[in-house]
């Protein structure tokens, strides 16, 4: 199985070269009028996907335009409607500092607590009227009442009837002490809190403000007026607003104040909400089952933050109609061009589906095949020099590859069996009787060692054995060669232990300890270290051996490298089995054969640094 694998692939490549070389033979034998003529039909309809394509890049940049004007715009919008609000505010602000006009009420204020029964109603009575005066000489057409409280929390006076709270819960209420923090400053409040009994009308906002002496700061009234919702319905009338645009007023807590349409926006949701900060900005967003653009921004004066809603449909209505028409047409000439595509490609396809499956199958290798040519255009030609490449190929194949692979299995099985195992056995159980009789433990165990080599070569048939077998084999070959170079050789192993089961090829260690002993060690001056080492890299094993001898030259390893190319590089295929013995090319080729390009081999070397081989492989059952 692993030479048929090694065969399809060195077929492979010279396929992929026939193929190119018999491709450009044709179309310069001037029979390619047929094949230009329908593959010039099909790239004209291609143009289709061109034109589909221009639309929707042009679609895609008038939206982005669209968008960024109506955003802009609906950002001037809303700071015009911010100014608006900001300059009804500030008159309305001037329309509460009426006190500051005559010191006869900020002495008033100051001696309030200090006044009899009798001037305490009297001032009551004189800031009451100052009021009503101011807003009766300058009407405010959403102003509903006012309230005069003092720091106490007890109520002044009042443009109507109206007292909803005790002295406690006006000290106690939010507008009360925001309006007390803002010192002078104007503080607009949202939707005015009741008991819950009172039946006037609710004001939509409040504006309060505290009327004091700067030299007592103790002593103060707080005029709070009440407005309805008219300012904001006016503003929500905005000509620059689409019909279904919507404006919201957001308090400086981002609480709703109002909000203009007959169904709500649902902006007061949280994470909606949480949106809106900074001093402007804009967003999308789904409200409901509709996608909103939402502009904001937020008063200087006020804190108030104005909104404005506009649907999506609203911005891009007209753009998606153009939108669905573009990918209509599409749609059509993709059907058009799929039809032609299929009447006119068919005829070029089919027989390239047919080479095409002819390859497969002598991927798998069945070099037996031939492709049936019944046309006379240029893929008919390629038929007929393919069926020709076919049989140079096989011929090839059987004459060379075939006999070089045979040759190298004749070889190898002759190195397993040299020497005669049961002569061999008797001789060393002979040499280890003698030496035992002597008293020579040296010929012992060299004897020993051997005899052990020679029946792990001679009695295990099997080719797959374990890593264990074979560092069993190398630890008798160390000791032999130790035995004969008087302990010149100094032995490692580094070896994970889950990998001392893990198979290999058998006699895949000893020709590269072998060959480290011989061409690196026995050169050297002193004592010279081999070592072993095998360590698991995902899928596969890292098989190392190293030796700090003598190393190999330059030009030396170079011809190593150039005899461990693929056959398919290489001038000649040569395995011999008396250059090097069994050595590195003996065991590149056989794990070259078995695991094709999942196998990766390295040989690096210094002039009297060392050498280091290694050998990465993926696990047998793969």
């Given at each position: 199985m692993m030479t048929n694998e090694k065969l399809t692939r060195s077929a492979d490549r010279l396929q992929e070269i026939a193929i190119f070389g018999i491709v450009n033979a044709s179309?310069?034998?001037?029979?390619?009028?047929?094949?230009?003529?329908?593959?010039?039909l099909s790239y004209f309809v291609v143009?289709?996907?061109?034109?589909?394509?221009?639309?929707?890049?042009?679609?895609?940049i008038s939206s982005k335009t669209i968008s960024e004007r109506i955003e802009s715009a609906s950002m001037q919008v809303i700071r015009q409607i911010e100014n608006n609000m900001d300059n009804d505010f500030h008159s309305k602000r001037n329309l509460l500092l009426a006190p500051y006009n005559d010191s006869e009420y900020v002495d008033g204020i100051n001696r309030y607590e200090d006044m009899s029964a009798q001037e305490k109603f009297q001032f009551r009575q004189n800031i009451g009227d100052l009021y009503l005066k101011s807003f009766n000489v300058t009407p405010i057409r959403d102003f509903i009442r006012f309230q005069i409280y003092y720091s106490n929390g007890e109520l002044l006076s009042s443009s109507d009837a109206r007292k909803p709270w005790t002295p406690a819960q006006v000290r106690n209420s939010e507008?009360?002490?925001?309006?007390?923090?803002?010192?002078g400053e104007v503080f607009f409040s949202g939707l005015i809190e009741t008991d819950g009994k009172d039946t006037s009308e609710v004001a939509s906002y409040s504006s309060s403000i505290m009327i004091r002496d700067f030299s007592n700061p103790d002593r103060f009234i707080i005029m709070r007026t009440e407005y309805r919702s008219s300012l904001f319905h006016s503003i929500g009338l905005n000509d620059n607003l689409s019909e279904n645009s919507q404006i919201v007023f957001l308090d400086e807590n981002n609480r709703l104040i109002y909000e203009s349409g007959d169904h709500p926006s649902s902006l007061s949701e949280a994470d909606k909400l949480g949106r809106v900060i900074g001093k402007e900005g804009k967003f999308w967003t789904t409200i409901g089952d509709q996608e909103m653009l939402v502009s904001y921004t937020r008063s200087e004066y006020s804190n108030w933050k104005a909104v404005i809603i506009t649907p999506r449909v609203e911005i891009f209505g007209a753009l998606d109609k153009i939108k669905t028409t573009v990918i209509?047409?599409?749609?059509?000439?993709?059907?058009?061009?799929?039809?032609?595509s299929v009447m006119f490609g068919q005829r070029i396809t089919k027989p390239i589906l047919n080479l095409f499956k002819s390859v497969n199958r002598i991927k798998r290798g069945d070099f037996s095949i031939r492709v049936e040519v019944d046309r006379n255009?240029?893929?008919g030609l390629i038929g007929k020099n393919f069926n020709a490449m076919q049989d140079e190929l096989q011929t090839l194949i059987e004459t060379k590859y075939l006999n070089q692979i045979k040759l190298q299995e004749v070889e190898l099985a002759m190195l397993y069996s040299q020497i005669n195992p049961h002569f061999l056995y008797n001789t060393l159980d002979s040499i280890r009787s003698m030496s035992d009789y002597y008293k020579v433990p040296e010929i012992s165990v060299m004897a020993q060692s051997l005899a052990d080599m020679f029946r792990y070569n001679t009695k295990n048939r099997d080719e797959i054995v374990t890593l264990q077998e074979e560092l069993v084999q190398i630890d008798a070959y160390i000791q032999i060669q130790s035995i004969r170079f008087e302990d010149k050789i100094v032995y490692h192993q580094m070896i994970d232990e889950e990998l001392y089961g893990s198979p290999l090829?058998?006699?895949t260690l000893q020709p590269l300890v072998e060959n480290a002993v011989f061409h690196g060690i026995?050169?050297?001056?002193?004592?010279?270290?081999?070592?072993?080492?095998?360590?698991r890299e995902q899928a596969r094993i890292r098989l190392t051996i190293k030796d700090d001898g003598v190393g190999i030259s330059e030009r030396r390893l170079n011809e190593i490298r150039e005899k461990l190319k693929p056959p398919m590089q290489q001038a000649e295929v040569t395995f011999s089995a008396q250059e090097n013995g069994i050595g590195i090319t003996n065991v590149y080729s056989r794990y070259r054969i078995r695991f094709g390009d999942r196998f990766d081999f390295f040989i690096d070397s210094k002039k009297g640094i060392g050498t280091e081989i290694t050998l990465i492989f993926p696990s047998f059952e793969d």
């Amino acid at each position: 199985m692993m030479t048929n694998e090694k065969l399809t692939r060195s077929a492979d490549r010279l396929q992929e070269i026939a193929i190119f070389g018999i491709v450009n033979a044709s179309i310069k034998g001037g029979t390619v009028i047929r094949i230009r003529t329908v593959l010039l039909l099909s790239y004209f309809v291609v143009i289709l996907l061109s034109i589909t394509l221009v639309g929707t890049v042009s679609f895609y940049i008038s939206s982005k335009t669209i968008s960024e004007r109506i955003e802009s715009a609906s950002m001037q919008v809303i700071r015009q409607i911010e100014n608006n609000m900001d300059n009804d505010f500030h008159s309305k602000r001037n329309l509460l500092l009426a006190p500051y006009n005559d010191s006869e009420y900020v002495d008033g204020i100051n001696r309030y607590e200090d006044m009899s029964a009798q001037e305490k109603f009297q001032f009551r009575q004189n800031i009451g009227d100052l009021y009503l005066k101011s807003f009766n000489v300058t009407p405010i057409r959403d102003f509903i009442r006012f309230q005069i409280y003092y720091s106490n929390g007890e109520l002044l006076s009042s443009s109507d009837a109206r007292k909803p709270w005790t002295p406690a819960q006006v000290r106690n209420s939010e507008w009360f002490r925001s309006t007390v923090a803002k010192d002078g400053e104007v503080f607009f409040s949202g939707l005015i809190e009741t008991d819950g009994k009172d039946t006037s009308e609710v004001a939509s906002y409040s504006s309060s403000i505290m009327i004091r002496d700067f030299s007592n700061p103790d002593r103060f009234i707080i005029m709070r007026t009440e407005y309805r919702s008219s300012l904001f319905h006016s503003i929500g009338l905005n000509d620059n607003l689409s019909e279904n645009s919507q404006i919201v007023f957001l308090d400086e807590n981002n609480r709703l104040i109002y909000e203009s349409g007959d169904h709500p926006s649902s902006l007061s949701e949280a994470d909606k909400l949480g949106r809106v900060i900074g001093k402007e900005g804009k967003f999308w967003t789904t409200i409901g089952d509709q996608e909103m653009l939402v502009s904001y921004t937020r008063s200087e004066y006020s804190n108030w933050k104005a909104v404005i809603i506009t649907p999506r449909v609203e911005i891009f209505g007209a753009l998606d109609k153009i939108k669905t028409t573009v990918i209509f047409t599409a749609l059509i000439a993709f059907v058009i061009t799929f039809l032609i595509s299929v009447m006119f490609g068919q005829r070029i396809t089919k027989p390239i589906l047919n080479l095409f499956k002819s390859v497969n199958r002598i991927k798998r290798g069945d070099f037996s095949i031939r492709v049936e040519v019944d046309r006379n255009d240029e893929i008919g030609l390629i038929g007929k020099n393919f069926n020709a490449m076919q049989d140079e190929l096989q011929t090839l194949i059987e004459t060379k590859y075939l006999n070089q692979i045979k040759l190298q299995e004749v070889e190898l099985a002759m190195l397993y069996s040299q020497i005669n195992p049961h002569f061999l056995y008797n001789t060393l159980d002979s040499i280890r009787s003698m030496s035992d009789y002597y008293k020579v433990p040296e010929i012992s165990v060299m004897a020993q060692s051997l005899a052990d080599m020679f029946r792990y070569n001679t009695k295990n048939r099997d080719e797959i054995v374990t890593l264990q077998e074979e560092l069993v084999q190398i630890d008798a070959y160390i000791q032999i060669q130790s035995i004969r170079f008087e302990d010149k050789i100094v032995y490692h192993q580094m070896i994970d232990e889950e990998l001392y089961g893990s198979p290999l090829l058998k006699m895949t260690l000893q020709p590269l300890v072998e060959n480290a002993v011989f061409h690196g060690i026995e050169r050297k001056r002193g004592k010279g270290n081999i070592t072993i080492s095998a360590q698991r890299e995902q899928a596969r094993i890292r098989l190392t051996i190293k030796d700090d001898g003598v190393g190999i030259s330059e030009r030396r390893l170079n011809e190593i490298r150039e005899k461990l190319k693929p056959p398919m590089q290489q001038a000649e295929v040569t395995f011999s089995a008396q250059e090097n013995g069994i050595g590195i090319t003996n065991v590149y080729s056989r794990y070259r054969i078995r695991f094709g390009d999942r196998f990766d081999f390295f040989i690096d070397s210094k002039k009297g640094i060392g050498t280091e081989i290694t050998l990465i492989f993926p696990s047998f059952e793969d």
